[in-house]
């Protein structure tokens, strides 16, 4: 009875040694993440990554996993990540004709926006003394993931750290947007879009697709310029800073 439950107990970390168990706690959140999202009643100030994050933490820590196993499991599914934000550019081609009426706001707009985005948080960190891993680690964090932590990595900064500070980004910049929108009376679909992929990546982009098609394929758009935009100009910075 002993030897059964020693390997009852030791079965977690037995399965942890293929990705069989990252991948299945992984997506287990996630449904029980949009699930309890929800039953909640949608509510802004947390969406459903942060309810999976939260599970899949918890769970991570009661089971007792050795995390570094984890993630090398969990690697398989971070190769759906390029593939799923490549496909955004499905319902981006599909509103290709008013992404073309209004280039030109977009292209003042871009370049602006994007490099505020990056600065204040760099700012902020080095007013507060923040050592350079740090200021690395915060200066992608309005990008969206895959394109984050090929930047993060080319900087020298720590891919966890830039994670955490991307995930309060899109909550954050998902509940300003939506504030402002309202104080602002913009009712504008394309405009909310665009603010909300700009400034909160993937899950602006996941708000903006509950807003219409139209805000989501303009989500999709300053979400994907964003991060071509800062994967051109933040390395160089860097350098010359």
Aim: proline letters at 6%; one cysteine or more.
């Amino acid at each position: 009875m002993t030897d059964l439950l020693e390997r009852f107990l030791a079965l977690p970390n037995t399965l942890s040694a293929s990705p069989i168990l990252a991948i299945g706690l992984t997506l287990g959140a996630f449904f029980a993440g949009n699930w309890l999202f929800r039953r909640m009643g949608r509510p802004l100030w947390l969406p459903p990554v942060v309810l999976s994050a939260f599970l899949l933490s918890a769970t991570i820590a009661l089971l007792s996993l050795d995390y570094t196993r984890y993630q090398q499991g969990a690697q398989w599914l971070m190769l759906l990540l390029g593939p799923a934000t490549v496909a955004l550019g499905i319902p981006l081609y599909q509103q290709m004709h008013h992404v073309r009426a209004l280039w030109r706001p977009i292209l003042c707009t871009l370049p602006i926006a994007a490099t505020l985005a990056a600065v204040y948080a760099v700012v902020i960190a080095w007013a507060l003394g923040a050592t350079p891993l740090v200021l690395a680690s915060l200066a992608p964090k309005s990008v969206t993931a895959p394109i984050a932590i090929g930047i993060t990595e080319q900087l020298g900064g720590s891919v966890p750290l830039m994670m955490g500070g991307l995930l309060v980004t899109g909550v954050v910049a998902t509940l300003f947007v939506d504030l402002l929108s309202r104080v602002l009376s913009i009712t504008d679909d394309r405009i909310l879009g665009f603010a909300l992929g700009l400034n909160g990546h993937a899950v602006g982009t996941a708000r903006a697709f509950e807003i219409s098609r139209t805000a989501g394929a303009f989500a999709s758009l300053g979400m994907g310029l964003t991060g071509v935009f800062t994967a051109l100009i933040l390395p160089l910075a860097f350098r010359l800073w």
